[in-house]
Each structure stands twice: as structure tokens, then as C-alpha cells.
């Protein structure tokens, strides 16, 4: 990559002026550009760097800044929350509204939530994204917005129905298909974009190669470097054929941790030639793709850099590694600055800091903007960072909107919305995809598939999980509706993750006035009360089939199950998908993306990557 820096002029970090002719004319014509919503056919040039360059020298260092913030905010609305969020507001952030928060700190991005009111249905997520960029290009020397959230699908979704939900990484990498890896994230990318959201944290770059791990597990595409790296890539070059910035995370790789870095400090204890040879090569794939931005990880990773700094405020991982060894120049993101992981060891106000010092760019979402901004500002004041530091990362950040087309397009519209989220050919391509995922690991005595004939009373049993991303959820009610819709008459019991003894004597109970017995099962430990529901369940003699709906390793806890499918995840659509396998409609075709240890011996494989059964 070529050198983009600009040139100091001093030790003030000041850089090099244009005349004021070419500032006028440059920030001219994108004014005129970003005034007001245009059709696609009519297209502005995107700006180059001169352009962007002249926009920089223009701005600000309160402007610069705030463009390197992307934070959340409350409400529905950019301008008119409800009472509810603007209190919220004034309490974490100062401001009452998205609007004034953009007014106060010149933030150059917004990201969605769902806990904070951001997403209630397409229609209103266009109209607050609509809301953001007006309020942002209304400003002397306004500029658009990255508007962001994290629709990774599967376990994490910040958009729920009727948008299109598709079955998460591991799922998805069963498949072993680049195609629908790809197809994801372009109908994804197609229905964000037109919602006004043009920044997605997606995909999980992680090798989730620890079964224990607490925050990646089926968030990942799965054990295999290469396997990992395919899919990643793929969904990167559907994302952004959408004209939405996808991210890979959690640089330098999150896979092999038994911590949670939202409420703790992990640490990776991989040599760098293991890293070389597993962490890396996704990071590599996305880089390849092109991708427009990497989120870093609040991990510790001693072989990489033995100052235990965490990795989004290390220069010789975020400098060193990041963008010298694998010569990325594009947008890098911190992970949250409110988790625990960037939090340990330095203040709120060192943190910020330290990342623009490691060579991130983008700075996500920390506790307090007030302290992160203003902290930012005095360390350029008192000559800690310079201004010329601030304009490298302004630079990649306003090439990264140049390119997603923001400079011309920063709006979205009703139609847009109408025309692309939720449509029929969308969600049908969803249910295909999540057909290919269902992986059968056993299948005793061929007790799959379930004949309508033969066992035509099936109850269904087990954990009911709160809904991930907006569907209609529960995983039980989800499956009984679809085994009814394919000719069953279905009892439907939520016995949840951890049923008591008495719900599991109800459970037994209905079995007895049942055919066969379907059984969700959700994370089993060794002393699982779950795992006496099944042994129960087993004893009535009955037909039991258990589908694991989120980590595949539940297997390994209940030996005696004959039957026993991995869905990969709980939301409509993959659920739906496994009651169609059960009842035969459609064959299992997934292959184990993780291999499953013994539970009593976890040096031994009991199922090995790649491993699934069909009929």
C-alpha cells in the first residue's frame, strides 16, 4: 500500500495547508453533493484523496475528533425519542437526542441497538437513519454518517423480523457452501443499506477452537483455519458488493479464550507460529477480500506482544503485526471501549488514547463520551498525539464513506425499504441455506426420520432460550408449529435450561401420551439438570431425538440419545430447518465445521471435524 500520511509541518502535528482557493472549491462541490437525498442514476463522483485531503485541512480538531467516535444513543428518532430515551440520554451522554449528540461532539458514526430503541421495524430504522444523516450534513461542514450495528445473524442480530434472518457462522460453514456464505451477505448487506445502515460488525473472524469459549463458540465459521478463511472472505465480498462496510473481528483472533472479554481480561496463550497458522489466516482471507474495516480484541496475546497491553491498545499488534506484516491500510476499529477487557488496566481517559496511539482508527462506543472525547482533544493540545496522527485515521475513515457511496447517497427511502427487506425471494433463500446447515451426528436404529405415520403424536421439549435477533421465538413453540404444518400433531412443553424436578415429571408425563419425543437441548455441563430431562425422557421407552440448538458439543454429554441433530442455533429460521430434517422433508446435509471431544476424556475426538450423517 502507498504511503497516505500527510506531511508535519512541525511539532505542533499541524499539516501542510492547501490555499484557500482549493479548500472552497473542494468543500464546494460536496456540500452541494450531501445537501439532500439524490437517486442512485444520478451518482456523484466519489471524492479522491485530493478532495478528502482538502476536506481534512478544513475541519476542525473538535470535527477530526469527533469523527473518530461511533457511539450509541437512545431512541427511535434522531430528533424525537421517546421521554424514556432522552432521559437515558442526558444520563450516559449529556444530550437528549442523536441530533444533539452529533452537534455537541461531531461523532463521525452512530451504532444501533436493540436495548437502546434503535431498531423497532425497517421502516422506522430509515426513518432515524434519514434522521442522523440530516442531523449530521445540516452542520457547517457536515459530514455523512456511519450508521452501524451487528448483524453477524445466528446468536447475534441487532435487526429482527420481517427483515431477512439467516442461520449463524457455524451453521452456515456446516454448509460448507462460499456461495450461500455470499449470497448471506449480500441480502443482508441489500436490506441494511436500505435501512440507512452501511456499516456491519460482521463477519467473526475467530477459530473457535476452544469448546469452552463463552463469548465466540457458534459465533464462529468454526475450527479450521481454511474453512474459516473461505467463509469469511465470501460474506466480506457479498457485504460489500451491498455497498456496506463489513468488519472481521476480533483481531488478533478470539477463539481459544475461556474468559469473556465483556466482563474480563483473557488471555491467548498461542505461540506466534500457532497464530501464524490458525488465528491469522481468516484475517489474511478478509484482507484479500478487500475488506473496508478490522475491530481489534480486548486480549492479551504475550506471544505477539509481551507488554500485557490488551490488542486494541497495542502498537505492535495494531501497527506492527496488523498493518505491517499483513500491509492492511483500511479502517481499524476498537471493539467496545466499555467491556471490561480495555478497561483493566488503564482509565477511561488513557484508553482512547493509547488505541489512536496503537494505530486504530475508529473508536466504538466508550462509556462516557465526554471523558473519551475531550481526552482525545487535550493529548493533541498537549502534543501526546498530533493532529497529523488524527489525520491518517480521518483519512481512512472518509475513504471508507467515499467508497460505500455516502458522499452522494447518504439517504434511504420508504420504496427502498418496501423494494428489499423481508422480501419473499430473501427469506426463501434464508430457508434454503439453513437446509444445508442441520448436521445429524446420530441416527441409532434409523430413528430419523420421524414417520407422520407411524409416530403421528410428537411432543416437543426442552430449553426455550430468549430470541437472539427479533424472531417470534420460542425455539419449542417454533419447532411444534413446524412439525404441525408438516402433518404431526404436536404437544409443545418449555422445560427450559435448568428444569426442575417437577417439570421434568410433567415432561414424562406427556410423553407418555405421545409417539415420539423431540428434545432442545442448549449448552449441556456436566451436572445439567438437562441432562436428566432426556435420561428421563429416554426411560418411557419412547422415540427421542434431541437437537442441540447452539453449541454442537451437547452431544457429548448424553451418549444414549440414538438421535441427536445440531441445529447451531435457536432463531426461526435454522429451528424450522432441523423440524424439516426430522420429519424427512428435507436430508440432513451438514458436515461438523468443530470436531466434539469425549465428555469424559476431552483428549479424545468423539466426532471428528467434518463428521455428519445423512439419509
Given at each position: 500500500m502507498p504511503d497516505t500520511r500527510t506531511a508535519s509541518t512541525g511539532n505542533t502535528g499541524n499539516t501542510a495547508r492547501p490555499s484557500r482557493r482549493a479548500v472552497l472549491a473542494a468543500t464546494a462541490g460536496l456540500t452541494a453533493a450531501l445537501a439532500a437525498p439524490a437517486p442512485a442514476a444520478h451518482a456523484t463522483a466519489t471524492p479522491d484523496d485530493r478532495a478528502l485531503r482538502a476536506l481534512i485541512a478544513a475541519m476542525t480538531l473538535e470535527e477530526k475528533v469527533g469523527q473518530l467516535f461511533v457511539m450509541r444513543v437512545y431512541g427511535h428518532s434522531a430528533t424525537a425519542p421517546d421521554q424514556a430515551d432522552i432521559d437515558a440520554n442526558r444520563q450516559e451522554l449529556g444530550v437528549a437526542t442523536a441530533a444533539e449528540l452529533i452537534a455537541k461532539y461531531r461523532v463521525g458514526g452512530i451504532i444501533y441497538f436493540t436495548w437502546a430503541h434503535n431498531t423497532r421495524d425497517p421502516r422506522q430504522i430509515a426513518d432515524l437513519s434519514n434522521g442522523i444523516q440530516k442531523a449530521s450534513l445540516g452542520l457547517e461542514r457536515g459530514l455523512p454518517m456511519l450508521i452501524a450495528t451487528d448483524q453477524e445473524h445466528g446468536a447475534v442480530c441487532r435487526v429482527g423480523k420481517p427483515a431477512t434472518l439467516f442461520p449463524g457462522a457455524m451453521a452456515v460453514a456446516a454448509g460448507r457452501s462460499s456461495y450461500d456464505a455470499l449470497a448471506l451477505g449480500r441480502i443482508s448487506g441489500t436490506e441494511l443499506r436500505a435501512m440507512g445502515i452501511n456499516q456491519d460488525y460482521s463477519p467473526d473472524a475467530d477459530v473457535n477452537v476452544n469448546p469452552a469459549n463463552p463469548v465466540i463458540g457458534v459465533r464462529s465459521f468454526g475450527a479450521d483455519p481454511a474453512l474459516v478463511g473461505r467463509m469469511v472472505a465470501a460474506e466480506v465480498k457479498g457485504y460489500q458488493s451491498a455497498r456496506v462496510a463489513a468488519t472481521a473481528k476480533h483481531f488478533p483472533g478470539h477463539g481459544d479464550t475461556a474468559t469473556d472479554s465483556h466482563t474480563g481480561f483473557p488471555v491467548i496463550t498461542h505461540t506466534r507460529d500457532q497464530w501464524e497458522e490458525l488465528d491469522a489466516v481468516p484475517f489474511r482471507s478478509a484482507i484479500s477480500a478487500r475488506i473496508d474495516s478490522i475491530m481489534t480484541a480486548?486480549?492479551?496475546?504475550?506471544?505477539?506482544?509481551?507488554?500485557?497491553?490488551?490488542?486494541?491498545?497495542?502498537?505492535?499488534?495494531?501497527?506492527?503485526?496488523?498493518?505491517?506484516?499483513?500491509?492492511?491500510?483500511?479502517?481499524?476499529?476498537?471493539?467496545?471501549?466499555?467491556?471490561?477487557?480495555?478497561?483493566?488496566?488503564?482509565?477511561?481517559?488513557?484508553?482512547?488514547?493509547?488505541?489512536?496511539?496503537?494505530?486504530?482508527?475508529?473508536?466504538?462506543?466508550?462509556?462516557?463520551?465526554?471523558?473519551?472525547?475531550?481526552?482525545?482533544?487535550?493529548?493533541?493540545?498537549?502534543?501526546?498525539?498530533?493532529?497529523?496522527?488524527?489525520?491518517?485515521?480521518?483519512?481512512?475513515?472518509?475513504?471508507?464513506?467515499?467508497?460505500?457511496?455516502?458522499?452522494?447517497?447518504?439517504?434511504?427511502?420508504?420504496?427502498?425499504?418496501?423494494?428489499?427487506?423481508?422480501?419473499?425471494?430473501?427469506?426463501?433463500?434464508?430457508?434454503?441455506?439453513?437446509?444445508?446447515?442441520?448436521?445429524?451426528?446420530?441416527?441409532?436404529?434409523?430413528?430419523?426420520?420421524?414417520?407422520?405415520?407411524?409416530?403421528?403424536?410428537?411432543?416437543?421439549?426442552?430449553?426455550?432460550?430468549?430470541?437472539?435477533?427479533?424472531?417470534?421465538?420460542?425455539?419449542?413453540?417454533?419447532?411444534?408449529?413446524?412439525?404441525?404444518?408438516?402433518?404431526?400433531?404436536?404437544?409443545?412443553?418449555?422445560?427450559?435450561?435448568?428444569?426442575?424436578?417437577?417439570?421434568?415429571?410433567?415432561?414424562?408425563?406427556?410423553?407418555?401420551?405421545?409417539?415420539?419425543?423431540?428434545?432442545?437441548?442448549?449448552?449441556?455441563?456436566?451436572?445439567?439438570?438437562?441432562?436428566?430431562?432426556?435420561?428421563?425422557?429416554?426411560?418411557?421407552?419412547?422415540?427421542?431425538?434431541?437437537?442441540?440448538?447452539?453449541?454442537?458439543?451437547?452431544?457429548?454429554?448424553?451418549?444414549?440419545?440414538?438421535?441427536?441433530?445440531?441445529?447451531?442455533?435457536?432463531t426461526d429460521v435454522e429451528v424450522r430447518a432441523a423440524a424439516r430434517v426430522v420429519a424427512g422433508r428435507v436430508a440432513p446435509r451438514g458436515k461438523l465445521p468443530v470436531p466434539v471431544q469425549r465428555a469424559d476424556d476431552p483428549a479424545q475426538v468423539l466426532y471428528p471435524l467434518g463428521h455428519g450423517l445423512t439419509y
Amino acid at each position: 500500500m502507498p504511503d497516505t500520511r500527510t506531511a508535519s509541518t512541525g511539532n505542533t502535528g499541524n499539516t501542510a495547508r492547501p490555499s484557500r482557493r482549493a479548500v472552497l472549491a473542494a468543500t464546494a462541490g460536496l456540500t452541494a453533493a450531501l445537501a439532500a437525498p439524490a437517486p442512485a442514476a444520478h451518482a456523484t463522483a466519489t471524492p479522491d484523496d485530493r478532495a478528502l485531503r482538502a476536506l481534512i485541512a478544513a475541519m476542525t480538531l473538535e470535527e477530526k475528533v469527533g469523527q473518530l467516535f461511533v457511539m450509541r444513543v437512545y431512541g427511535h428518532s434522531a430528533t424525537a425519542p421517546d421521554q424514556a430515551d432522552i432521559d437515558a440520554n442526558r444520563q450516559e451522554l449529556g444530550v437528549a437526542t442523536a441530533a444533539e449528540l452529533i452537534a455537541k461532539y461531531r461523532v463521525g458514526g452512530i451504532i444501533y441497538f436493540t436495548w437502546a430503541h434503535n431498531t423497532r421495524d425497517p421502516r422506522q430504522i430509515a426513518d432515524l437513519s434519514n434522521g442522523i444523516q440530516k442531523a449530521s450534513l445540516g452542520l457547517e461542514r457536515g459530514l455523512p454518517m456511519l450508521i452501524a450495528t451487528d448483524q453477524e445473524h445466528g446468536a447475534v442480530c441487532r435487526v429482527g423480523k420481517p427483515a431477512t434472518l439467516f442461520p449463524g457462522a457455524m451453521a452456515v460453514a456446516a454448509g460448507r457452501s462460499s456461495y450461500d456464505a455470499l449470497a448471506l451477505g449480500r441480502i443482508s448487506g441489500t436490506e441494511l443499506r436500505a435501512m440507512g445502515i452501511n456499516q456491519d460488525y460482521s463477519p467473526d473472524a475467530d477459530v473457535n477452537v476452544n469448546p469452552a469459549n463463552p463469548v465466540i463458540g457458534v459465533r464462529s465459521f468454526g475450527a479450521d483455519p481454511a474453512l474459516v478463511g473461505r467463509m469469511v472472505a465470501a460474506e466480506v465480498k457479498g457485504y460489500q458488493s451491498a455497498r456496506v462496510a463489513a468488519t472481521a473481528k476480533h483481531f488478533p483472533g478470539h477463539g481459544d479464550t475461556a474468559t469473556d472479554s465483556h466482563t474480563g481480561f483473557p488471555v491467548i496463550t498461542h505461540t506466534r507460529d500457532q497464530w501464524e497458522e490458525l488465528d491469522a489466516v481468516p484475517f489474511r482471507s478478509a484482507i484479500s477480500a478487500r475488506i473496508d474495516s478490522i475491530m481489534t480484541a480486548h486480549i492479551q496475546f504475550p506471544a505477539l506482544d509481551p507488554s500485557g497491553d490488551p490488542a486494541t491498545l497495542s502498537h505492535p499488534i495494531v501497527t506492527g503485526i496488523l498493518r505491517g506484516d499483513l500491509g492492511y491500510d483500511g479502517v481499524v476499529i476498537t471493539d467496545s471501549l466499555g467491556m471490561e477487557g480495555v478497561r483493566t488496566k488503564y482509565g477511561d481517559d488513557r484508553v482512547p488514547v493509547l488505541a489512536l496511539k496503537a494505530g486504530v482508527d475508529q473508536l466504538l462506543n466508550p462509556p462516557s463520551i465526554d471523558v473519551a472525547w475531550t481526552a482525545v482533544r487535550d493529548a493533541v493540545r498537549g502534543g501526546e498525539l498530533t493532529e497529523a496522527r488524527l489525520d491518517e485515521s480521518v483519512l481512512r475513515i472518509l475513504r471508507m464513506k467515499a467508497r460505500l457511496g455516502l458522499f452522494g447517497h447518504a439517504y434511504t427511502t420508504h420504496a427502498r425499504v418496501s423494494s428489499a427487506v423481508g422480501t419473499r425471494s430473501h427469506l426463501a433463500t434464508a430457508d434454503r441455506i439453513a437446509e444445508r446447515t442441520t448436521t445429524l451426528l446420530v441416527n441409532e436404529g434409523r430413528t430419523l426420520p420421524l414417520d407422520r405415520r407411524r409416530t403421528p403424536r410428537v411432543l416437543v421439549v426442552g430449553a426455550d432460550p430468549a430470541s437472539p435477533s427479533g424472531t417470534t421465538g420460542p425455539p419449542t413453540g417454533v419447532m411444534g408449529a413446524a412439525l404441525r404444518e408438516l402433518g404431526f400433531t404436536t404437544t409443545v412443553l418449555s422445560t427450559g435450561t435448568a428444569p426442575s424436578t417437577a417439570t421434568i415429571g410433567n415432561a414424562v408425563t406427556a410423553a407418555g401420551q405421545a409417539d415420539a419425543v423431540v428434545v432442545l437441548t442448549y449448552n449441556l455441563t456436566a451436572t445439567d439438570p438437562q441432562r436428566a430431562l432426556v435420561e428421563k425422557l429416554l426411560a418411557t421407552g419412547r422415540p427421542v431425538v434431541a437437537v442441540a440448538v447452539r453449541n454442537p458439543y451437547d452431544v457429548a454429554r448424553l451418549p444414549a440419545v440414538k438421535a441427536y441433530l445440531t441445529s447451531y442455533g435457536w432463531t426461526d429460521v435454522e429451528v424450522r430447518a432441523a423440524a424439516r430434517v426430522v420429519a424427512g422433508r428435507v436430508a440432513p446435509r451438514g458436515k461438523l465445521p468443530v470436531p466434539v471431544q469425549r465428555a469424559d476424556d476431552p483428549a479424545q475426538v468423539l466426532y471428528p471435524l467434518g463428521h455428519g450423517l445423512t439419509y
